[in-house]
């Protein structure tokens, strides 16, 4: 069974973020305590002017008209994806790859609806075959390890990340996955000091330095955790995101304690 610790981190996407432990951002799940890190970090990502909603019917329109047109199955399941029709998305996709079983984009975007559906194992086949060892592919390389760390496999996800990095060096989004993988693995010195690699580059979402505060603040550094959680948002957004990074460790400094308490005495030997 994972830790508290472990169920309470998120992992990131190679293009975009999702499901982020901040309760202020926009457009993403707040994840609790105690629950099983849910969808992977391979969400599409947004554009400025998306309506999801909106996109689900009109791709969804030219889907019926045109359902072999890779292009259109792609946007529609990007949509879907986007407004949690996980299973939706992942059906339009395995029809496509079925019938294009050499189109390395769509064995992509298939394995990542596969993740984010909780598939994890089926996820990683597919993600193997959209690409290949001559021709390595970053993003797929690091949504692999993302699979491979929702399974518990942390050693073996790590090595993908770190080979994400020789094609992508410093590339942020495959850092903060790394980082977050040693912290399920609960090598936090190692977790916090990757975060902060991943952080300081230009290019980094500032999303990705609310799991720098949460592993800071699981090393029991709270005020420090604090000032990471408030940087680069409005003061609205701030005050919540620490609210949460408090409430999060709370749970967490509460749990061996609530463990203790629910533990079966142990059996004297006859």
């Known amino acids: 069974m994972r830790s508290t610790r472990s169920r309470s981190l998120r992992l990131l996407a190679s293009t975009a973020l ?12 707040s994840s609790q305590l105690g629950q099983t890190a849910g969808a992977l970090p391979i969400a599409p990502p947004e554009r400025a ?28 399941a990007q949509a879907l994806r986007a407004t949690g029709q996980r299973a939706q ?3 339009v996709l395995e029809r496509a790859s079925i019938q294009n079983p050499q189109n390395k984009v769509l064995l992509g975007e298939y394995g990542r609806a596969l993740a984010e559906a909780g598939n994890y194992e089926q996820a990683f086949e597919v993600l193997n ?11 797929i390389l690091s949504a692999q390890g993302a699979a491979l760390d929702q399974m518990g496999r942390h050693a ?8 994400a990095l020789k094609i992508a060096p410093d590339e942020p989004s495959i850092l903060s996955n790394l980082g977050l993988s040693y ?3 609960k090598d936090l010195t190692n977790a916090e000091a990757t975060l902060r690699r991943a952080s300081a580059r230009r290019s980094a ?16 550094r709270f005020a420090e955790a604090e000032d990471i959680a408030r940087a680069d948002l409005p003061p609205d957004q701030a005050a919540a ?15 061996p304690a609530a463990n203790a308490a629910t533990a079966k005495p142990a059996r004297g030997s006859s």
């Open 89 to 91: 998305a992942v059906a």
């Open 129 to 139: 075959r959209a690409h290949s060892p001559d021709q390595p592919d970053w993003h």
């Open 241 to 255: 995101n620490v609210a949460y990074l408090r409430q999060m460790l709370a749970r967490h400094d509460n749990a």
């Open 205 to 220: 979402d500032p999303r990705v330095r609310q799991n720098l505060a949460l592993v800071v603040g699981l090393q029991g």
């Open 49 to 76: 002017d998306a309506d999801p909603r909106r996109d689900v019917e009109a791709f969804g329109q030219q889907y019926r008209v045109y359902p072999n047109n890779v292009d259109v199955v792609l946007r529609y």
């Open 18 to 29: 999702i499901a982020l432990p901040a309760a202020a951002t926009a457009g993403c799940q």
């Open 156 to 163: 073996e996800a790590q090595r993908y990340y770190l080979t």
């Open 183 to 185: 912290a399920l693995s």
